[in-house]
């Protein structure tokens, strides 16, 4: 299984960047996606998950009602789509597969068995 993260850069705040995670050589449909966060100094954290199957979503308090994620299955794609964006959301973004059967979308970095390497976004202020 192999996930490649993609879509990072350099944006100002209140801007907008869309992340993108494309997921390859395994079966995704019974799986949770997530997106996961790395700041300079502090730990991974979860930022918001989704089910392949039926697109449950799952967001961290911190952004909701700013990020959305999405897929799309035909392709095997997660999306990020992130808007006002804020200084404090700058890291290194890194998508994550759970493909152990099951309903929960988890936030613990333990619970994924796959994970891409990273894309990072710098918001400046």
């Known amino acids: 299984v192999q996930l490649q993260a993609s879509g990072g850069g350099l944006v100002q705040a209140g801007g907008s960047l869309r992340l993108s995670c494309a997921a390859s050589g395994g079966t995704f449909v019974a799986s949770r996606i997530a997106w996961f966060r790395q700041a300079p100094g502090k730990e991974r954290e979860f930022v918001a998950g989704?089910?392949?199957?039926?697109?449950?979503?799952r967001y961290t308090d911190s952004v909701k009602g700013r990020f959305a994620i999405s897929r799309d299955n035909a392709k095997n794609m997660v999306y990020l789509q992130m808007n006002s964006l804020k200084t404090e959301d700058t890291a290194v973004y890194y998508c994550?597969?759970?493909?152990?059967?099951?309903?929960?979308?988890?936030?613990?970095?333990?619970?994924?068995?796959?994970w891409g390497q990273g894309t990072k976004v710098t918001v400046s202020s």
């Open positions: 989704m089910k392949m199957t039926g697109g449950t979503t």
């Open positions: 994550a597969a759970d493909l152990r059967l099951g309903a929960v979308i988890r936030t613990n970095t333990n619970e994924y068995n796959f």
